[in-house]
């Protein structure tokens, strides 16, 4: 069973920030958090990954609260393009069943003009 | 970044049929690759998971005589579905875990949507 609660979806205007919230309150201290997102009927993308510090890179920034029991996708400026389900996953970074991607259902982002 | 491909990108066969789907690892090795299957409106939901020059791993409630995975290579992993039934309709997606990374990154193949008439 996916270790994650996401909100089923979420809108958003062209042009703003895009904020998706994930609860990951039973992270065990050498899960990592990864962020997925799959564009109707492709394969998921990468997005980013964190531990505790927060993270950016060129597609989004990951904010990861204290306790790291929640953490929050940011894209910047949400263009139609980024219309997508967004998938927030906590797992081990090494091998074996545990550092396995197991999806939940994901929050399904519309970016509306 | 890593790429992945898949082979065929869509297939339609009969029922009673077999259907062999192959996942490649394009620039990169890949000592695990992983079998997902994804119904419309639904999560990918894993089925296997291979490791080069051994036998897959397979979830609950996967019949791995009806899903043959073979993982010959580093970078090929191929998905058999036998006997294929209208239930198995499906978007079956593969990833590969790049054994260079150390952060256990796995690529994800762009999908082969499969229909059983």
């Known amino acids: 069973d996916a270790k994650t609660t996401q909100p089923p979806s979420m809108d958003c205007a062209e042009g703003r920030a895009a904020n998706l919230p994930c609860n990951h309150s039973t992270i065990s201290g050498n899960e990592y958090v990864y962020w997925y997102r799959q564009i109707h009927s492709q394969g998921p993308q990468y997005i980013i990954h964190g531990l505790k510090n927060n993270e950016t890179n060129e597609m989004a920034s990951l904010i990861i609260t204290e306790d790291r029991k929640s953490s929050t996708l940011i894209l910047p400026h949400a263009t139609l393009r980024d219309t997508a389900v967004y998938y927030c996953i906590v797992r081990a970074p090494y091998g074996g069943s545990q550092g396995n991607l197991i999806f939940g259902k994901g929050t399904k982002l519309s970016v509306k003009p | 970044g890593a790429v992945v491909s898949q082979h065929p990108s869509w297939v339609i066969c009969k029922s009673g049929t077999s259907v062999k789907i192959e996942c490649r690892s394009l620039d990169f090795q890949a000592t695990t690759m992983f079998w997902y299957r994804q119904f419309p409106k639904q999560s990918l939901m894993l089925m296997a998971t291979?490791?080069?020059?051994?036998?897959?791993?397979?979830e609950q409630g996967v019949e791995k005589d009806k899903f043959l995975i073979n993982h010959a290579s580093l970078t090929l992993s191929t998905l058999t579905v036998t006997s294929a039934h209208p239930e198995d309709s499906s978007f079956y997606i593969c990833?590969?875990?790049?054994?260079?990374?150390?952060?256990?990154?796995?690529?994800f193949g762009p999908g082969t949507r499969l229909t059983v008439l």
């Open positions: 291979s490791n080069e020059g051994s036998k897959a791993t397979y």
């Open positions: 990833s590969a875990r790049d054994r260079r990374s150390s952060y256990n990154e796995q690529f």
